[in-house]
């Protein structure tokens, strides 16, 4: 069996290899509807090295071995399969300069099925759609990187830190940072693997060794405990809180005292800041709201104010749902949806400020690498909808009904108090300062985004 692909990407030959050969390449590429998990991966694509990754296939985790060879830069390498879910597995990467500063990638690859004849009959029509999937995923994703990586090609590239870098914004931030040929490095709360760029601490005991962290150009924290994971005690409920300030302000705090700061400390925050407040319009005027998260994300921001009086640049990232079809809000909807359950939360009038995890990550690389942008800002759609919305068009997008009602009181018994508060807290947030900086979203409008999450766009 054959397929080929072909991307156009405004980049020189030897730029577009060289984003691939990056170790954040891997994540970047995989398709964004499909949780991979990468277990090792050789820093290089020279022959004989490895990319090991697990994926689910159905109830099972399957392992993929792959090793490249035929590394021949900057015009082509190849991978095959050396453990996996196909008989044989053979990719081709060929760079192509096709002139007007652009560049093309011929993908080309040839697989075997099992069984054969009978694996052909029985996969070989859905195994073709998987790849049109995910190779048009991928095409998207390398435009949109190389883009906006272009956008700050006149500035050098950057030393930089992240906190957080494990969770579902973190693993897709880091590898688009590495993917720019910045040197990012990850603070991590366990002992760090060998020749890997990781700094160790331990938040929860207040231990962070200064040295380690000096020279960086920007830090990043994105830690804090998963708000919709677990149902909310009171035990919850405290570590949400702390797992929020105490992390932030040790870090911000360790900054302040630094012989060589950063420029640049961004600390992710909330959209709950607002709290719930109906059908207004909310900027980052707005002033924060009542009751559990505006005070948890009003603390949370506060406690960056040792970076902030030591005259750090500091932006706090004020966060609507982001979409992801691997986890978050939206992995949290998909089976409801998809089994035709996933309609109006109550009345369904609630606003739910969204944005794609591109817009995400891409908005955080703009507020980090432009030098006049401090303070708050909501990292939102322009256009947020209602959820009755949201349910009517997921269910357009999958393909199942949007209209079967779920009411509180069922939200309560599954999930308690912080079900009811993530579901029905109305925010219509506006990105007002993304707007006046010139930010460009690549998503403005909900179904594009959603299709683009989950990898089920329109027929051309």
């Known amino acids: 069996m054959k397929f080929e692909h072909t991307t156009e990407v405004e980049a020189k030959v030897e730029d577009a290899f060289a984003w691939h050969e990056r170790t954040g390449s891997f994540r970047r590429l995989m398709p964004a509807w499909e949780v991979a998990e990468e277990v090792r991966a050789d820093p290089t694509l020279e022959d004989g090295a490895e990319r090991v990754f697990r994926f689910p296939m159905g109830p099972f985790k399957m392992s993929w071995v792959a090793r490249h060879m035929g590394y021949n830069p900057p015009q082509a390498f190849e991978d095959i399969m050396v453990k996996g879910p196909f008989k044989t597995w053979h990719h081709k990467h060929a760079f192509v300069e096709s002139g007007n500063g652009m560049c093309r990638i011929e993908d080309k690859v040839e697989y075997t099925l099992p069984m054969g004849g009978l694996g052909n009959l029985v996969a070989g029509r859905s195994i073709t759609n998987r790849l049109t999937r995910m190779f048009r995923g991928r095409e998207l994703r390398l435009m949109r990187d190389i883009k906006r990586h272009n956008d700050f090609s006149h500035l050098p590239r950057k030393r930089i830190l992240v906190a957080g870098s494990s969770g579902l914004i973190g693993r ?19 002992t760090p693997k060998p020749d890997s760029n990781e700094i160790e601490w331990r938040p929860s005991k207040g231990k962070i060794n200064p040295t380690e962290i000096e020279n960086f150009d920007i830090v990043i924290h994105l830690g804090g405990a998963g708000i919709g ?26 900054l302040a005292n630094l012989t060589s700061k950063p420029d640049v400390f961004l600390v992710s925050s909330a959209v709950g800041f607002y709290g719930h407040q109906g059908d207004k319009e909310l900027t980052e005027d707005s002033p924060a709201g009542e009751g559990y998260l505006p005070e948890v994300c009003k603390a949370w921001e506060e406690a960056s104010k040792p970076a902030e009086d030591a005259g750090i640049r500091t932006v706090h990232a004020r966060t609507g749902l982001v979409l992801d079809a691997t986890g978050g809000a939206l992995g949290k909807m998909l089976l409801p949806a998809k089994l035709g359950a996933g309609g109006p939360i109550g009345r369904g009038r609630q606003w739910y400020p969204w944005i794609s995890m591109e817009d995400q990550v891409y908005a955080i690389h703009h507020l980090v690498m432009s030098d006049t942008c401090e303070g708050a800002f909501n990292l939102t759609a322009p256009n947020p909808v209602q959820q009755k919305t949201f349910a009517r068009v997921l269910g357009r997008v999958l393909r199942r009904p949007g209209f079967i009602p779920t009411p509180p009181l069922a939200i309560w018994v ?14 219509k947030v506006l990105p007002q300062r993304l707007k006046e900086i010139g930010y460009k979203f690549e998503h403005d409008e909900l179904e594009p985004a959603l299709r683009d999450s989950l990898g089920l766009w329109k027929k051309k």
Do not use: P
Request: aromatic residues 6%; positive net charge.
């Open 172 to 190: 897709q931030l880091v590898a688009f940072l590495d993917t720019g040929h910045h040197d990012v490095w990850r603070l991590v709360r366990r």
């Open 229 to 254: 994971d677990k149902r909310w005690s009171k035990k919850r409920m405290e570590l949400i809180r702390t797992s929020r300030t105490e992390t932030t302000n040790l870090l911000a705090s360790t």
């Open 414 to 427: 599954l999930f308690g108090k912080m079900g009811v508060a993530l579901t029905t807290d109305s925010n």
